[in-house]
Protein backbone atom coordinates (compact mmCIF):
# COMPACT_ATOMS: atom_id res chain seq x y z
CA UNK A 1 0.00 0.00 0.00
CA UNK A 2 1.58 3.36 -1.41
CA UNK A 3 1.29 6.72 1.11
CA UNK A 4 -1.06 7.95 -0.47
CA UNK A 5 -3.24 5.10 -0.25
CA UNK A 6 -2.65 4.71 3.54
CA UNK A 7 -3.11 8.76 3.78
CA UNK A 8 -6.32 7.57 2.40
CA UNK A 9 -7.30 5.04 4.67
CA UNK A 10 -6.89 6.75 7.85
CA UNK A 11 -8.87 10.12 6.71
CA UNK A 12 -11.77 7.76 5.95
CA UNK A 13 -11.41 6.32 9.06
CA UNK A 14 -11.27 9.81 10.87
CA UNK A 15 -14.48 10.49 8.38
CA UNK A 16 -16.14 7.67 9.59
CA UNK A 17 -15.74 8.58 13.49
CA UNK A 18 -16.49 12.31 13.19
CA UNK A 19 -19.95 11.18 11.11
CA UNK A 20 -21.12 9.89 14.44
CA UNK A 21 -23.08 12.35 16.32
CA UNK A 22 -21.75 9.97 19.52
CA UNK A 23 -18.47 10.76 18.72
CA UNK A 24 -18.91 14.69 18.40
CA UNK A 25 -20.99 14.57 21.76
CA UNK A 26 -17.71 13.16 23.15
CA UNK A 27 -15.69 16.00 21.98
CA UNK A 28 -17.60 18.61 23.01
CA UNK A 29 -17.67 16.30 26.43
CA UNK A 30 -13.67 17.04 26.51
CA UNK A 31 -14.24 20.55 26.00
CA UNK A 32 -16.70 20.87 28.12
CA UNK A 33 -15.25 19.25 31.03
CA UNK A 34 -11.40 20.33 30.36
CA UNK A 35 -12.68 24.31 30.48
CA UNK A 36 -14.50 23.08 34.04
CA UNK A 37 -11.27 22.09 34.94
CA UNK A 38 -9.65 25.40 34.06
CA UNK A 39 -12.21 27.38 35.31
CA UNK A 40 -12.55 26.05 38.44
CA UNK A 41 -15.86 27.38 39.43
CA UNK A 42 -14.81 31.27 39.17
CA UNK A 43 -16.19 33.50 36.18
CA UNK A 44 -14.17 33.96 32.85
CA UNK A 45 -13.77 33.12 29.35
CA UNK A 46 -13.32 29.39 30.70
CA UNK A 47 -16.14 29.08 31.91
CA UNK A 48 -18.36 30.34 29.56
CA UNK A 49 -17.07 27.44 27.31
CA UNK A 50 -18.06 25.41 29.63
CA UNK A 51 -21.83 26.46 29.88
CA UNK A 52 -22.00 27.13 26.55
CA UNK A 53 -20.78 23.84 25.42
CA UNK A 54 -22.94 21.64 28.18
CA UNK A 55 -26.26 23.15 25.87
CA UNK A 56 -24.91 22.97 22.61
CA UNK A 57 -23.75 18.82 23.58
CA UNK A 58 -27.81 18.73 24.43
CA UNK A 59 -28.76 18.98 20.85
CA UNK A 60 -26.86 15.97 20.18
CA UNK A 61 -28.56 13.78 22.70
CA UNK A 62 -32.15 14.88 21.76
CA UNK A 63 -34.37 11.23 21.07
CA UNK A 64 -31.38 9.53 22.33
CA UNK A 65 -33.67 7.41 25.45
CA UNK A 66 -35.17 5.49 22.71
CA UNK A 67 -31.78 3.80 22.62
CA UNK A 68 -31.76 3.02 26.36
CA UNK A 69 -34.82 2.23 25.96
CA UNK A 70 -34.79 -0.47 23.65
CA UNK A 71 -32.07 -1.97 25.54
CA UNK A 72 -34.27 -2.33 28.42
CA UNK A 73 -37.21 -4.03 26.56
CA UNK A 74 -34.20 -6.44 24.76
CA UNK A 75 -33.74 -9.66 26.16
CA UNK A 76 -30.39 -10.24 27.53
CA UNK A 77 -27.49 -13.37 26.64
CA UNK A 78 -28.81 -16.64 27.92
CA UNK A 79 -26.62 -17.70 30.85
CA UNK A 80 -26.70 -14.38 32.22
CA UNK A 81 -27.06 -14.37 36.16
CA UNK A 82 -30.21 -12.68 37.79
CA UNK A 83 -28.59 -10.04 39.84
CA UNK A 84 -26.34 -8.92 36.74
CA UNK A 85 -29.84 -8.96 34.48
CA UNK A 86 -31.39 -6.66 36.78
CA UNK A 87 -28.89 -4.32 37.78
CA UNK A 88 -28.50 -4.03 33.44
CA UNK A 89 -32.03 -3.31 32.91
CA UNK A 90 -31.64 -0.63 35.61
CA UNK A 91 -28.75 1.55 34.26
CA UNK A 92 -30.94 1.49 30.70
CA UNK A 93 -33.83 2.41 32.70
CA UNK A 94 -32.24 4.89 34.86
CA UNK A 95 -30.12 6.51 31.72
CA UNK A 96 -32.89 6.65 29.75
CA UNK A 97 -34.88 8.57 32.21
CA UNK A 98 -31.96 10.91 32.52
CA UNK A 99 -32.03 11.34 28.74
CA UNK A 100 -35.63 11.86 28.45
CA UNK A 101 -35.51 14.70 31.18
CA UNK A 102 -32.33 16.16 30.11
CA UNK A 103 -34.12 17.07 27.13
CA UNK A 104 -36.60 19.36 29.10
CA UNK A 105 -33.71 20.84 31.15
CA UNK A 106 -32.76 21.79 27.31
CA UNK A 107 -36.16 23.78 26.55
CA UNK A 108 -35.60 25.22 30.27
CA UNK A 109 -31.96 26.78 29.26
CA UNK A 110 -33.19 27.57 25.70
CA UNK A 111 -36.52 29.95 27.30
CA UNK A 112 -38.95 27.58 25.53
CA UNK A 113 -40.09 25.83 29.29
CA UNK A 114 -40.82 28.59 31.34
CA UNK A 115 -40.73 27.49 34.70
CA UNK A 116 -36.91 28.27 36.03
CA UNK A 117 -37.06 26.20 39.05
CA UNK A 118 -39.28 23.50 37.81
CA UNK A 119 -36.22 22.86 35.23
CA UNK A 120 -33.65 23.10 37.98
CA UNK A 121 -35.12 20.26 40.19
CA UNK A 122 -35.90 18.00 36.82
CA UNK A 123 -32.14 18.77 36.04
CA UNK A 124 -31.25 17.25 39.49
CA UNK A 125 -33.24 14.45 39.35
CA UNK A 126 -31.77 13.82 36.17
CA UNK A 127 -28.30 14.05 37.33
CA UNK A 128 -29.17 11.61 40.17
CA UNK A 129 -30.55 9.43 37.77
CA UNK A 130 -27.31 9.60 35.58
CA UNK A 131 -25.37 8.61 38.93
CA UNK A 132 -27.53 5.70 39.62
CA UNK A 133 -27.10 4.47 36.41
CA UNK A 134 -23.47 4.88 36.50
CA UNK A 135 -23.67 2.77 39.66
CA UNK A 136 -25.37 -0.41 38.06
CA UNK A 137 -22.88 -0.14 35.29
CA UNK A 138 -19.86 -0.02 37.82
CA UNK A 139 -21.40 -3.02 39.33
CA UNK A 140 -22.32 -4.75 36.33
CA UNK A 141 -18.80 -4.57 34.61
CA UNK A 142 -17.36 -5.94 38.23
CA UNK A 143 -19.36 -8.95 37.79
CA UNK A 144 -18.79 -9.51 34.25
CA UNK A 145 -14.87 -9.09 35.20
CA UNK A 146 -15.62 -12.03 37.45
CA UNK A 147 -17.66 -14.47 35.29
CA UNK A 148 -14.41 -13.57 32.31
CA UNK A 149 -11.87 -14.20 34.89
CA UNK A 150 -13.45 -17.84 35.99
CA UNK A 151 -14.09 -18.63 32.56
CA UNK A 152 -10.20 -17.87 31.42
CA UNK A 153 -8.97 -19.61 34.33
CA UNK A 154 -10.91 -23.05 33.04
CA UNK A 155 -9.41 -22.29 29.63
CA UNK A 156 -5.69 -21.57 30.94
CA UNK A 157 -6.15 -25.37 32.27
CA UNK A 158 -7.04 -26.60 29.26
CA UNK A 159 -4.06 -25.12 27.81
CA UNK A 160 -1.48 -25.36 30.29
CA UNK A 161 1.43 -27.13 27.94
CA UNK A 162 1.00 -24.65 25.07
CA UNK A 163 1.05 -20.88 24.96
CA UNK A 164 -2.40 -19.37 25.81
CA UNK A 165 -1.72 -16.26 24.35
CA UNK A 166 -1.75 -18.00 20.54
CA UNK A 167 -5.74 -19.38 21.27
CA UNK A 168 -8.31 -17.67 19.66
CA UNK A 169 -10.50 -17.63 21.98
CA UNK A 170 -8.11 -16.91 25.02
CA UNK A 171 -6.87 -13.61 23.24
CA UNK A 172 -10.53 -12.90 22.53
CA UNK A 173 -11.55 -13.16 26.17
CA UNK A 174 -8.67 -11.33 27.36
CA UNK A 175 -9.70 -8.48 24.79
CA UNK A 176 -13.03 -7.91 26.64
CA UNK A 177 -11.66 -7.77 29.51
CA UNK A 178 -9.37 -5.00 28.99
CA UNK A 179 -12.66 -3.29 27.44
CA UNK A 180 -14.91 -4.17 30.06
CA UNK A 181 -12.04 -2.96 33.02
CA UNK A 182 -11.86 0.33 30.79
CA UNK A 183 -15.54 0.97 31.34
CA UNK A 184 -15.08 0.02 34.83
CA UNK A 185 -12.70 3.21 35.36
CA UNK A 186 -15.01 5.27 33.42
CA UNK A 187 -18.24 4.52 35.03
CA UNK A 188 -15.98 5.33 38.92
CA UNK A 189 -14.75 8.18 36.60
CA UNK A 190 -18.72 9.12 36.41
CA UNK A 191 -19.54 8.80 39.71
CA UNK A 192 -17.58 11.42 41.08
CA UNK A 193 -18.50 13.57 38.05
CA UNK A 194 -22.04 12.97 39.19
CA UNK A 195 -21.16 13.93 42.51
CA UNK A 196 -19.26 17.02 41.30
CA UNK A 197 -22.10 17.96 39.13
CA UNK A 198 -24.81 17.58 42.20
CA UNK A 199 -21.93 19.48 45.05
CA UNK A 200 -23.10 16.18 47.37
CA UNK A 201 -18.92 16.90 48.94
CA UNK A 202 -18.44 20.34 47.74
CA UNK A 203 -14.99 20.43 49.57
CA UNK A 204 -13.55 17.29 48.77
CA UNK A 205 -15.32 17.55 44.51
CA UNK A 206 -14.31 20.71 43.06
CA UNK A 207 -15.43 22.54 40.00
CA UNK A 208 -11.45 21.64 39.45
CA UNK A 209 -11.96 18.25 40.21
CA UNK A 210 -15.26 17.20 38.64
CA UNK A 211 -13.39 18.97 35.40
CA UNK A 212 -10.40 16.61 35.68
CA UNK A 213 -12.50 13.21 35.97
CA UNK A 214 -14.84 14.71 33.54
CA UNK A 215 -12.10 15.33 31.03
CA UNK A 216 -10.53 11.91 31.29
CA UNK A 217 -13.98 10.23 31.35
CA UNK A 218 -14.41 11.80 28.23
CA UNK A 219 -11.05 11.18 26.55
CA UNK A 220 -12.01 7.38 27.43
CA UNK A 221 -15.21 7.37 25.78
CA UNK A 222 -13.88 9.21 22.54
CA UNK A 223 -11.51 5.83 22.76
CA UNK A 224 -14.03 3.56 23.03
CA UNK A 225 -16.33 5.43 19.95
CA UNK A 226 -12.73 4.75 17.73
CA UNK A 227 -13.34 2.24 14.35
CA UNK A 228 -11.83 -0.73 14.24
CA UNK A 229 -9.08 -0.52 11.41
CA UNK A 230 -9.33 -2.76 8.12
CA UNK A 231 -7.65 -5.89 8.84
CA UNK A 232 -4.92 -6.30 6.31
CA UNK A 233 -5.45 -8.89 3.77
CA UNK A 234 -2.11 -11.42 4.31
CA UNK A 235 -1.02 -12.61 0.95
Not at 115 to 132: H, P, Q, V
Amino acid sequence: MSTLDATRAELALVVLYLNKAEARDKICRAIQYGSKFLSDGQPGTAQNVDKSTSLARKVFRLFKFVNDLHGLISPVPQGTPLPLVLLGKSKNALLSTFLFLDQIVWLGRTGIYKNKERAELIGRISLFCWMGSSICTTLVELGELGRLSASMKKLEKRFKDSDKYKNEEHRAKLQKSNERTLALVKAGMDIVVAVGLLQLAPKKVTPRVTGAFGFVSSLISCYQLLPSPPKSKTP
